[in-house]
Structures are given as structure tokens and as C-alpha cells.
């Protein structure tokens, strides 16, 4: 039996129900870009979660997590192996904390918080996506990330079950995490708030929508957000990837359908039939005019899913 069959088959044996084939990736990234994976399956509860990561490591076959596919750029050829769509959704308050699991969306928990009167998470406004992806991206804006506000995250490793791991073991960095590097999958995360006034939380939430409405591409672009993380300079502060490429010349560039935005030159957008290859091109035209121009060497925030990865 061939080992998708076999795949396929433990999963009906242990959850009734079998992984869906040639599903296509386009449909689960903001980029819209992305040909079929093998084998897809969305899981809804964590012991779904951990069964359908468990099941493909003990027949060693591919696999990739993924949560809104907002920070995902696909293959053109697709993705040989099972893609693991992050459904668990929920937020339970203790206290002043809110412990949410990981496919949770991050608007749906920041209305947890102003619901229950608690500030803390406002920066999370208009940042697309769930939970699980922004603990491993540490995602952030205005000078604060998740990592920030997280306290712990339960953690599955395949093979060696369920672990707690506070703040400190999750090694956050500027839009890094040790989950890069590790392979564990965030179940769910505890995020510390403190007693606010649900007015003025309203009241920042509003002032960071207006700006980000102001500086980046139309709501609905087919986009996967900034494109290359903000460099370092010498002094430790960060500079704007957008600034540099606007000032090397980066507006107006495209590579079929793929383009630099015209409103924000750190997001590339597809217009219509963008390639991954497209976006691949131009990303690498536009490190390379950076770096003539300002000898600094741009590091993208998109993750890249090639079609034979997995996780690590
Ligand atoms: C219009 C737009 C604006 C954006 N603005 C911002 C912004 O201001 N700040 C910012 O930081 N980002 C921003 N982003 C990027 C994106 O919103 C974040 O990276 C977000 O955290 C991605 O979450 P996701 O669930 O979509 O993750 P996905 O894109 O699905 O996955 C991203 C990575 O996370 C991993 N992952 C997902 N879930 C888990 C899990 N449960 N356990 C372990 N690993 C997991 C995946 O394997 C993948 O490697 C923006 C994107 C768009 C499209």
C-alpha cells in the first residue's frame, strides 16, 4: 500500500474520517497563490490536532501546521505531504489572563478582552490570523508583540507529548520564536492583560486601524503582509524595509502578476495570477537593489513553503 493510502487509512481507523487529496493551497493563503497539496485535513479540537501530527510522524510522511495562511507563501507545484489546518477556537478568561487556543483568531480574542474590560492587547488590532501563527512569528506592531503579553503556551512535540513552556523558553526575538527551529505546535497560549477601561481600549483599537488603513494596501489585497522583515542597523534600531526599498526604487517593480505595492513598498501583492515563482523573482530583485543601494541584506518575514518541506 502505497503511504498516502496507509496515511489515509489511520486516520479513518482513529478519528472516522480521512485527510481530503489535491487539495488546492491557493484557497488557504491571503496570497491566493498555490497548487494542490496531497493530503489536507482540518482539525478542530487538540486531540485532533495532536493525533493527525502524531499519525504522520509514526508513518513518516510529510507535514505541515498552518493556521489563516496569512503569513504563507505556497509552492506552484503544491505541497507533497499533509497540510494540518489549525481550527481549535476558543477563549477562556481567568482572571485578568485569557488563555486561547491556538487557531483562535487574534480579533476574536482582543474582543474577548475588551468584552471582559481588559487592555493589554489593543497592538493585536488588524493583524490577520490565529493565535498559534503569531506565538510563532511572534507577530507584533507599535513597538509590541505577542511574546510581550504571552505568559505560557502549551506545547505539543510530536513524540513527546504535551509541555508547558513559559515566556522565557520560547526564545522570542523581533518576529522569531524558538518554534522556528523546534517543530513543537502551539496548542494553546495564556496571554496576561490588566483591568482597563473598555472605552479607551476602543478608542486606541480605532487610532491603530486609521493608521494602518492609511499605510497599507486595501483591505481584501492578496497579499501575506510585509514581505521582508525591518533590518537592524549598527545601533540595535530597527529601519523600515518598506523606507529602504522605497528609497532604492522599489515602487512600480513587478514580476508577472506580482508587484510591489503602491501604497506600502514592503508588501508584495498579486494582481491576479501571481506565481509563487513571481513573487520568489521579484522578491530576490528587490534584496538585491537594497543591498547595491544600501549594502543591507533583507530577510523575509514570508515564510516560503517549498512542495518537499516539512516541519522541522
Ligand atoms: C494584510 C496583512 C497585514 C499583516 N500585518 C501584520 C502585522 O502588523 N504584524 C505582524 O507581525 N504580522 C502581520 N501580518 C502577517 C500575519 O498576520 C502574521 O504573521 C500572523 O501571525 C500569521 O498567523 P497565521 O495563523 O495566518 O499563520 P500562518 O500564515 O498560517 O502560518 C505562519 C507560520 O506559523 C506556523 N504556525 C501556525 N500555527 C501554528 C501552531 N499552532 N503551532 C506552531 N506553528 C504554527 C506555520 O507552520 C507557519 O510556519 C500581516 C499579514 C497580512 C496579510
Known amino acids: ?21 489535491k487539495v488546492p493551497l491557493s484557497a488557504l493563503s491571503s496570497f491566493g497563490i498555490g497548487g494542490p ?50 481550527r ?24 474577548e478582552a475588551l468584552e471582559a474590560g481588559l487592555t493589554g492587547l489593543e497592538f493585536l488590532a488588524g493583524i490577520p490570523g ?36 513559559p515566556r522565557d523558553a520560547l526564545g522570542f526575538g523581533y518576529r522569531d520564536s524558538a518554534l522556528k527551529k523546534g517543530g513543537a505546535i502551539v496548542l494553546s497560549a495564556v496571554l496576561v492583560c490588566s483591568p482597563g477601561d ?7 483599537i480605532r487610532d491603530i486601524l486609521r493608521k494602518r488603513w492609511a499605510k497599507h ?14 533590518s537592524c542597523a549598527e545601533s540595535g534600531a530597527r529601519i523600515a524595509a518598506g523606507q529602504l526599498l522605497d528609497q532604492a526604487g522599489a515602487r512600480g517593480r513587478s514580476v508577472g502578476d506580482a508587484a510591489v505595492s503602491d501604497v506600502h513598498c ?10 509563487a515563482a513571481d513573487v520568489l523573482a521579484l522578491a530576490d530583485r528587490l534584496k538585491e537593489l537594497v543591498y547595491k543601494t544600501f549594502g543591507v541584506r533583507l530577510e523575509e518575514e514570508v515564510i516560503y513553503l517549498k512542495a518537499d518541506a516539512s516541519m522541522p
Open 1 to 21: 500500500m502505497d503511504p498516502q493510502t496507509r496515511l489515509r487509512e489511520a486516520f479513518f481507523d482513529r478519528l472516522g474520517v480521512s485527510p481530503s487529496e
Open 37 to 86: 497539496a496531497d493530503l489536507f485535513f482540518e482539525a478542530r479540537t487538540e486531540a485532533e490536532l495532536e493525533t493527525a501530527v502524531s499519525l504522520a510522524v509514526s508513518e513518516k510522511y510529510p507535514f505541515y501546521v498552518i493556521g489563516g495562511g496569512y503569513n504563507l507563501l505556497f509552492d506552484d507545484a503544491g505541497y507533497r505531504g499533509l497540510i494540518v489546518r489549525n
Open 88 to 111: 481549535l477556537d476558543g477563549v477562556v478568561r481567568e482572571g485578568h489572563r485569557l488563555n486561547a487556543l491556538s487557531g483562535t483568531g487574534l480579533a476574536c480574542v482582543l474582543r
Open 130 to 165: 490565529t493565535v498559534g501563527g503569531a506565538v510563532y512569528g511572534n507577530a507584533g506592531a507599535y513597538g509590541w508583540s505577542i511574546g510581550d503579553v504571552l505568559e505560557t503556551a502549551t506545547l505539543y512535540l510530536p513524540g513527546d507529548g504535551r509541555k508547558v513552556a
Open 198 to 204: 473598555r472605552q479607551e481600549s476602543e478608542a486606541r
Open 217 to 230: 494596501p486595501p483591505h481584501g489585497t492578496a497579499c501575506a503582509g510585509s514581505y521582508f522583515k525591518n
Open 266 to 275: 514592503n508588501f508584495i501583492i498579486n494582481k491576479g495570477n501571481a506565481r
